[in-house]
């Protein structure tokens, strides 16, 4: 776990000012702009964050992820600040170009949101999503 604290800790200094000067209040509903098509093979390290937001079963595509190592990932405080106290509505899938379908899914177990993450401005949007004890591999 120690690795795991420096890490977010490293993590956290380097994403401070990085979306500083963003307007993420008129961008935060759209969807990536000027972006292109990717496969997972090009891409394998990202993940899709999946949630129940109506507890029952169904899990939905919410927001995108990076993996860390074999059970952590990297995604932004923003996706779960609202159920941070709740990491069972979480799920990952990984390894798919599809967030329905493919790949392998992993349930969340726990969540670290940034400390100072401040909602209004999105400062500091970052958390750390730490996954069932299955790890993720390279299929």
């Known amino acids: 776990m ?19 000067n963003l307007d993420y209040a008129k961008i935060a509903h ?16 990202i993940v899709s ?12 595509h919410t927001c995108g992820g990076a993996i860390i190592d074999a ?6 405080a923003h996706c779960i600040n609202d159920r941070k106290h ?4 979480f799920k990952v899938r990984a ?4 967030n329905k379908n493919g790949g392998q899914v992993r349930d969340v177990i726990k969540m670290i ?5 401040q909602r ?6 970052i958390a750390l999503l730490f996954l069932s004890s299955l790890p993720l591999i390279k299929t």
């Open 2 to 20: 120690a690795i795991s604290s420096l890490l977010l800790s490293l993590l956290f200094c380097l994403f401070h000012p990085v979306f500083a």
């Open 30 to 45: 759209r969807k990536i702009q000027n972006g292109q098509a990717a496969d997972i093979t090009d891409v394998p390290y």
């Open 49 to 60: 964050i999946l949630i129940d937001p109506n507890d029952d079963g169904n899990f939905v």
């Open 71 to 76: 059970n952590s990932i990297l995604t932004a």
């Open 86 to 89: 709740q990491p069972g509505i």
């Open 95 to 98: 390894g798919s170009t599809f």
């Open 113 to 117: 949101i940034h400390p100072n993450y």
């Open 120 to 125: 209004s401005t999105f400062d500091k949007d």
